[in-house]
């Protein structure tokens, strides 16, 4: 580094911290090396690397100012970036100030950080030109000055020019003087009078020194020529020129024109311009005219580079006299820079259940104009539930101001326009893509709101009933649907060991073979589960409807089936057609047309005697009886079903027809033809018979009598006996489907008229009824104590009767 001062006062880094209005304010010497420590922000704000790096610190230049220094968020310091020149950053100007501003986000928080370039003695005082040439009349008197002009020093202050030397002669002096600005100036002196016939040239050695350490000097040499007198020397009109000069003027733009005049005539009072002071970065940009004094512009001019300018114009008459004049261009802005739009932060993608008035992004919004040119308005174009809240300074924070549902709308594309207040006005616009994440706020959601199926009974394991679907508008593991049963049971059985459910399909299957007699339909709640977390669920009621086969075939309650007990019912001779004289009663366990029966006489003693109702099952007299009817009818009846194929089941009816038990004979099995041999032991067994049936009778009202809540176990219809033991009591046909209702009610009467008993006996059956899961069996160990070779004999104008 170039003339680097060793003092311990001087150019050592200087760190303070600015505290008015939390500026922070620094100093260091100009080319300092890469990495040099500048200062230390987080320390003064009280901040540790770590949390730079979470709230995001940079650096960001403020404006025109050039990138010297940048943030190390390791350590929190200031560092330079790359080495500077303070004559480079600032020219002419006495304070070399860099602005930044250090941004730290989560929250949002800008502090101002001015770094100051202290000038060190890095350049030499240096002459306009290396030869001073003087013409000066030998009439000149003793005392004459001559202006030699200035030496130019880019360094400021201590290190700029401080003195100047003239080397040994004979004949002049050196004064130093001090002009408007404050800059020092060298006047030659003339101590002895120069006379032309002994000395026509005089070379003289002037040094100009600055006050730095070490000390910088620069030199000239003066040719003096000795002449005739010259009196006068050339003066400007003004001392001083400020202009005013718009940026991006074109080349040969005339910035203004210096003037001088010189009261001598002739050579003496010709005029002649040149710059006798002036920056290099002004030497690339402006020229001087030496006949007219006009400044051009021969170069860019750019406000953001460069904004001010100074240069001395000195003005030399044809004998060698001179003066000098101060020359200010000030740079006006013209609005040519359109805004920077800078992302600086952005949640991409947001959550979808984000709240109103979130923050996602920061936006930095730059115009490198000045002053109106450089205030900017900035906004989003589209109809999009987002807005721009201006922060701190040119910040701008995108709010976020409706709800938003993924489901909906996944992404948004925003643009962000920015205009400033220049005449014209430019504007600039940034485009950005934000996404929706997905969040799992929606349930799956079934296709019906509820299901039916249908199961025809005596399936097979693993049939497939039916299939459930839900969906789940949610994304990826959100939207994935899973199906299971809700643990529940049917009729006291876990549902899971009838149906199964496959968990990715919805497919319902049945576990096992359904029986319709069992039970005809039953429910189960499927619930459908997304895989989010939590995850989210609904429930449907699925509805299995069994459909019956003719898997099962007529049962006869009555009469009861062969080999049970006999069953023989009384018919009077005196009956006439179309008499009642028995009732076939039966049952199916299935439903619909598999239960419809129809009866059939299909083969009996007298065909011509009896006839069958076809649904009925009542047995009537076809015609009427007469003496020559055989006393003992045999009645074999087919009761077959209406499903395909029909199912069928017989039985066999027997029938006594008489008006007198002394005329039956004894009776153990009506299956077989009695001879009529021995007729005193038959009256003698039918005497024992009516004796035993009286005694047993009247044993059963009193019991009656003791247990009214028991049933009774004889149905009377006139002179039928129909033993209770095969019309089950416990009996019901499932939802009404059967051949039975829910409760079957048997009212059978004895009249008061007849001549065997004076009781009348009511009873009904409707206490109990059979579950569907039993089945049409006969209750076994139940004692009826009229199971056995039971006869009943009543009046001719006995009444008996049927009631449901």
Known sequence: ?????????????????????GDLRYSVPEEMKRGYV???????????????????????????????????????????SEPGDREELCGSRQMCLLKYELVLEKPLELHSVVVQIQDINDNAPQFSSDKIKLEISESAVKGTTFFLGEAHDADLGQNAV????????????????????????AELVLDKELDREKEQEVTLFLTATDG?????SGTAVIHVTVLDANDNSPVFT?????????????????????????????????????????????????????????????????????????MRVQAKDGLGSASDAKVVVEVTDVNDNSPKIVIKSLINPFPENVIPGTEVGIVNVQDEDSGQNRQVRCFIQENVPFKLNPSIKNYYSIIITTGVDREIVSYFNITIIAVDEGTPALSSSKSIHLSVSDVNDNPPVFEKIDYGAYMTENNKPGTSICSVSA????????????????????????????????????????????????????????????????????????????????????????PAPEGKSLMTEMVPKASLSGSLVSKVIAVDADSGQNAWLSYQIVKSTDPGLFTIGLHSGEIRALRDITESDSMKQNLVISVKDNGQPPLSATCSVYLLISDNLAEVPELKDMTYEESNSKLTSYLIIALVSVSTFFL???ILIL??????????????????????????????????????RSSYNYDTYLTTGSRTSDFKFVASYNENTLPSTHTLNRIQNQFDPFEENLFTVASSDSKSRFKR
Not at 173 to 183: A, F, I, M
Not at 277 to 293: E, Q, V
Not at 489 to 518: K, L, M, W
């Open 38 to 80: 500048v200062g230390n922000p987080a320390k003064d704000l009280r901040l540790d690397a770590k949390t730079l790096v979470s709230r995001n610190a940079r650096l960001d230049a403020d404006g025109v100012s050039k990138r010297f220094s940048e943030l190390d968020t390791r350590t929190g310091a200031l560092i330079v």
């Open 471 to 558: 969906r789940d508008p949610d994304w990826r593991q959100n939207g994935t649907v899973l199906y299971s049963l809700v643990s529940s049971e049917v009729n006291g059985v876990p549902v899971s060991s009838f149906i199964s459910i496959n968990a990715d399909t919805g497919v319902i299957h049945a576990v096992r073979s359904f029986d319709y007699e069992q039970f005809r339909n039953f429910k189960v709640q499927v619930v459908a589960r997304d895989n989010g977390s939590p995850p989210l669920s609904s429930n449907v009621t699925v509805s299995v409807f069994i459909t019956d086969e003719n898997d099962n075939s007529p049962q006869i309650l009555y």
């Open 696 to 698: 047993t009778f009247i």
């Open 1 to 21: 580094m170039r003339g680097l001062s060793k003092s311990p006062i001087c150019f050592i880094l200087i760190l303070a911290l600015h505290l008015s209005n």
């Open 212 to 216: 730095g350490d070490p000390e910088r």
């Open 162 to 185: 401080q003195g100047y030397s003239l080397g040994r002669n004979g004949h002049f002096s050196l004064h130093v003087g001090t002009n408007s600005d404050g800059g020092n100036y």
């Open 703 to 740: 019991a009656v009598r003791f247990c009214h809540k028991r049933k009774p176990r004889l149905l009377f219809d006139g002179a039928v006996a129909i033993p209770s033991a095969y019309l089950p009591p416990n009996y019901a046909e499932v939802e009404g489907a059967g051949t039975l």
């Open 238 to 310: 003004q001392p001083v020129y400020k202009v005013n000069l718009p940026e991006n003027a074109p080349m040969g733009t005339v910035v203004v024109s210096v003037n001088a005049t010189d009261a001598d005539a002739g050579v003496n009072g010709e005029v002649m311009y040149e710059f006798s002071r002036m920056s290099d970065k002004a030497a690339r940009i402006f020229s001087l005219d030496k006949l007219n004094g006009e400044i051009k512009v021969t170069g860019p001019v750019d406000f953001e580079e460069e904004s001010y300018y100074e």
